[in-house]
């Protein structure tokens, strides 16, 4: 080992010791003649705790509001958006009850009336007659009452050939008011034979009507004049 090496080592240690023994020989009255590694050792060690006494009572605060109002910010927004998307869809639902009461206005005119059962009647004869068929009855059974309709079930018997028979069924789907067939039954009719040879089939149909449900409206106007009466005698 070269005697240089071995001075600079002895020099470092010197100086190792020399700092340490520095913090022990500390004149407090006489802070101005410390050695410079001691003041620069403490005025890092002061630094370094002012900063971090700096962090937790001044910055670490302010983080949290900023998080929080961040947190906020986004809780708005997301609501913001979520009213948004209701109010668009509260738009296209108003447009779409909209349509769906025009639609349910014209089915209702197609509901007839106890007055024009009659004359629907009529109107399934006549429709049977133009198609070829000869009806042996037409009952109109009794009404079974819904919600805000009347049922009214028919009861359709005739004779004919299959074509009458489909021409019957097209034209009652024709007709201006709601006819539904709910069941029928085709049974040959012995020795039945028409002019050109087709043999004679009879046709029994179960078939249902609806008319509008006065009696609905008149219990609802019925009900609220009741409450009305009852929140002003209160």
Same mark, same amino acid.
């Given at each position: ?88 869809? $509260? !738009? ?11 639609? %349910?206005?014209?089915? *209702?005119?197609? &509901? @007839? ?40 079930? $028919? !009861? ?11 021409? %019957?069924?097209?034209? *009652?789907?024709? &007709? @201006? ?58």
């Amino acid at each position: 080992m070269s005697t240089e090496n071995i001075v600079s080592k002895s020099k470092v240690k010197f100086s190792l010791e020399d700092f340490n023994n520095s913090f022990k020989s500390l004149d407090p009255q006489n802070m101005g003649n410390w050695p410079i590694p001691v003041k620069m050792t403490i005025y890092v060690f002061v630094f370094a705790v002012v900063l971090v006494l700096a962090y937790f009572f001044l910055v670490a605060p302010v983080r949290e509001q900023i998080a929080s109002a961040e947190a906020q910010e986004q809780s708005l927004l997301n609501d913001y958006r979520d009213k948004d998307s209701k109010l668009r869809n $509260l !738009q296209q639902y108003q447009k779409q009850i909209e349509q769906m009461e025009s639609t %349910f206005g014209q089915l *209702l005119q197609q &509901l @007839p009336k106890v007055t024009e059962i009659p004359g629907l009647v009529e109107d399934i004869n006549y429709t049977g007659v133009g198609s070829g068929l000869q009806f042996d009855k037409i009952d109109v059974n009794k009404e079974a009452t819904k919600d805000f309709f009347v049922e009214l079930p $028919l !009861q359709i018997k005739g004779r004919g050939d299959y074509h009458a028979f489909g021409a %019957f069924t097209s034209a *009652l789907a024709a &007709l @201006p008011r709601i006819v539904t067939v709910d069941d029928f039954t085709i049974e040959p009719i012995a020795n039945g034979k028409s002019k050109s040879e087709v043999p004679v089939l009879s046709l029994t149909v179960s078939a249902k009507t609806y008319r509008y449900n006065d009696g609905a409206d008149k219990n609802k106007s019925k009900s609220k004049g009741t409450a009305t009466s009852k929140g002003s005698a209160s």
